[in-house]
């Protein structure tokens, strides 16, 4: 069975976005009113070609590795004059780059408002300014095919050998996540409030994958480390697992590569090496979310909505002095289609038969609207089915002739 997408209007597409933000303001509002603020930063990969590759892409096959990488300070300038917090950072592939949130207190809605412009905005200024320097075109999609090549040397994870096959390049979107009490402690470092919250997302991953991995082509990416024997050249998770090295992390003391988290300098030599640093894991704890897929379609709003959900199941774990019991998790495949069939259900189905996602909304509206001193927000009534019915309509699956 072949499907389509029907394509929306701009107009819908600027009513569903005020409905989102309207969302995130009520959870926002609720956690404050509780006396938490939610902190949610996002990293997005994405790739770069230049004229030299472009043919090579084209036609499968693979493009050499002597390209220079950019030097992205002009790309960065803009980005704070369109008061956008995050920057371009060169990333491990080649002509692969990165946009990186910027710790600039803003709130979760700032930050969905940051990442939804930047994705609009990057291909543009990449075009504008690079153009110059040889950039056909900017890539913000799950896989780059045959985008670099090489083979890692047996047993290392720097050195390439000989063998200049070719790589496809998978791109993630990351949503990292914390909380502050009023005291602007992060509660993640507290005694199993992080292993709670990183035990909430790990629950809603899979019935919710449909919002961060918004294409069919989220789901090659997910295939190919096994698909094509890239496992030791590709780093991307491809099912829901957890601990501090998993697919839904817990980052305390330590990091994805076991360094330790929230090194900072503390002395340096006249010639500026690091003599001694300080240790503060607890301001860098968080989860980080690493399963999205790289793609224009990828809605920050959605994301921020979602992670804001967790985050509120937490807290009323929290608050209401349940026993934070953190189970052992054994990691869950995640589905390889966006839309089913009759042996399995894809993305698209998963997220249409759940209901915790709607029915947590619609809870903390309710929650919400009861509280005696509050900002009013001008929210359509049950929230939560309005808004997981807005994210279905954009994906109608319609059967071709």
Request: glycine share 6%.
């Amino acid at each position: 069975m072949q499907m389509k997408i029907i394509s929306v209007s701009k107009s819908q597409v600027l009513v569903k976005t005020s409905l989102f933000q309207c969302a995130i303001r009520l959870l926002q509002n609720y956690l404050e009113n509780k006396g938490y603020r939610a902190q949610i930063h996002f990293e997005l990969e994405g790739c770069y070609q230049s004229y030299q590759s472009y043919q090579s892409y084209q036609s499968n096959q693979t493009v050499n590795k002597k390209n220079q990488p950019l030097d992205y300070k002009l790309i960065n300038q803009y980005l704070r004059q369109l008061n956008i917090d995050g920057e371009i950072v060169t990333e491990y592939w080649q002509n692969q780059w990165e946009y990186v949130s910027l710790f600039n207190g803003q709130s979760p809605l700032k930050e969905a408002m940051n990442l939804a412009n930047a994705i609009e905005k990057i291909p543009q200024l990449f075009q504008l300014l690079y153009a110059k320097d040889g950039v056909k075109q900017t890539l913000i999609q799950p896989v780059v095919w045959c985008g670099d090549q090489g083979k890692l040397a047996e047993g290392s994870e720097q050195i390439f050998s000989h063998d200049t096959r070719s790589v496809h390049i998978p791109n993630a979107v990351q949503l990292n996540v914390s909380v502050l009490n009023q005291q602007g402690e992060n509660l993640l470092a507290s005694h199993k409030f992080g292993e709670y919250l990183q035990t909430c997302f790990l629950q809603t991953s899979l019935e919710c994958c449909l919002l961060y991995l918004p294409e069919q082509a989220a789901f090659e990416r997910l295939a190919l480390k096994t698909r094509y024997g890239l496992a030791q050249e590709l780093c991307s998770p491809n099912d829901i697992s957890g601990g501090h090295q998993g697919s839904v992390a817990l980052y305390k003391e330590l990091g994805k590569h076991n360094q330790k988290m929230g090194e900072e300098p503390l002395l340096y030599t006249q010639d500026n090496t690091v003599l001694s640093v300080v240790t503060n894991w607890k301001k860098t704890a968080r989860i980080e979310h690493r399963l999205g897929a790289s793609s224009v379609k990828y809605n920050p709003y959605i994301n921020v909505i979602y992670g804001l959900l967790n985050i509120v199941d937490a807290i009323h774990a929290h608050e209401e002095n349940y026993v934070l019991e953190v189970k052992p998790f054994s990691a869950i495949s995640l589905p390889t289609s966006l839309y089913g069939d009759s042996k399995a259900l894809g993305a698209f189905d998963l997220f249409q038969q759940s209901t915790w996602f709607n029915h947590s909304l619609n809870a903390v509206q309710k929650k919400y609207n009861s509280l005696k001193s509050k900002p009013k927000l001008d929210c359509p009534t049950q929230l939560g089915d309005k808004v997981k019915q807005a994210i279905l309509d954009d994906y109608h699956a319609v059967l071709l002739p």
